[in-house]
């Protein structure tokens, strides 16, 4: 017998959408609630993100693929594995679920802590140089999510706790340059809270230039079509 939720009509669409929402704000609400009682303890920001998209990923991955990343469902869409349609769809449930938690944390902690909790470039670190280094590093996130989560050869049974792990090591390197978003929704969301635009283009050109060619690499280089 059909669960009783499933003759709601739209809720098969819904609860992806839902998973979304939920995961991403998980990711965001952690992110600067963490600047709040760790400060800028590079090791603690980086667990504390790796931890957070390591239970939400595998909490979700089942309904909705654990996404959680603009610039990871743009890596899906040009790997061929999500259409358009439907990544519009996860983007906006993705920058709420983002904006929904940066709004909370801006009630809790106020604008200050909502500022120091999002991503920014290094003093010395140039837009340029921030792109660069956002792509790079999602670039291997993309990567990772292909080889763990997307592929069927891949082991699906650790996709959470290795997607998890690219973040924390993705953030010790990053994270003193470019704080190592990897993830426009995790900028968009203090942004709109606190009205903090500062270097937001890199956020979204670096992250989603480094998806997009994590989902090329894998589907032309290294992923397996019928018939190949």
Known sequence: MAAQSDCIPGMTKFRPLLAEFIGTFALIFVGIGVIKTAGHDVLAVALAHGLTIGAFVSATLHISGGQLNPAVTFGL??????????????????CLGGISAALICL?????????????????????????????????????????TAVDERGPRYVAGLVIGSTITLDILFGGPLTGAAM????????????NFWHDHYVYWIGPLIGG?????????????????
Do not use: S
């Open 77 to 94: 869409v040009c790997g061929g594995h999500m259409k358009w349609t439907n990544a519009l769809r996860y983007w906006i449930a993705q």
């Open 183 to 194: 993830n426009p929704a995790r900028v968009f969301g203090p942004a709109v809270a606190a």
């Open 212 to 228: 997009a060619l994590g989902g090329l690499v894998y589907r032309l280089l290294i992923e397996r079509r019928p018939g190949v």
């Open 107 to 147: 009630g809790l902690f106020g604008r200050d802590v909502v500022v120091t909790g999002t991503p920014q470039l290094a003093i010395n670190l140039t837009a340029a140089q921030g792109i660069l280094v956002e792509g790079i590093l999602t670039f291997f996130l993309v990567f990772v999510v292909h080889g």
